[in-house]
């Protein structure tokens, strides 16, 4: 296999240059461009432990984001309860989560799956 030539190799170098620089200014992009397995490893933990304590911290999300919704008078006491077994049972995403929407948005007061 035929290497590439050195300008090729020069405009890599440079590119991952940029997305270091940006990614160390930029969280969402640290995050896109992170590997579980890596954050874990850096974390000193396994990457099932990182992803369940992602699942767990976006469950705590939902339930605080859907006693809120009562509280502000978007939800009543038995939505909020058909609500919260719904998070109960649902399995969300763990530190990566693209593309992944949870359809549990009532409590925003949107629609379910809306997105919003």
Avoid: H, Q
């Avoid at 850096?42 to 006693?67: C, G, H, Q, Y």
């Avoid at 909020?80 to 925003?108: F, H, I, M, Q, W």
Wanted: aromatic share 4%; with cysteine.
């Amino acid at each position: 296999m035929a290497r590439p030539p050195p300008t090729l190799w020069a405009s890599r170098a440079d590119e991952a240059d940029e997305l270091k620089a940006e990614a160390s200014d930029n969280l969402r992009v640290a995050y896109r461009l992170s590997k579980t397995r890596t954050v874990a490893t850096n974390l000193d933990v396994s990457a099932a432990e990182l992803n369940s304590a992602f699942r767990a911290a976006r469950k705590t999300l939902l339930l605080a984001k859907i006693d809120w919704a009562v509280a502000n008078g978007d939800l009543t006491e038995a939505e909020a309860a058909v609500l919260k077994e719904e998070v109960a049972n649902a399995t969300l995403p763990g530190y990566k989560a693209a593309g992944c929407a949870s359809g549990l948005d009532r409590a925003s007061g949107g629609e379910r799956g809306s997105g919003r």
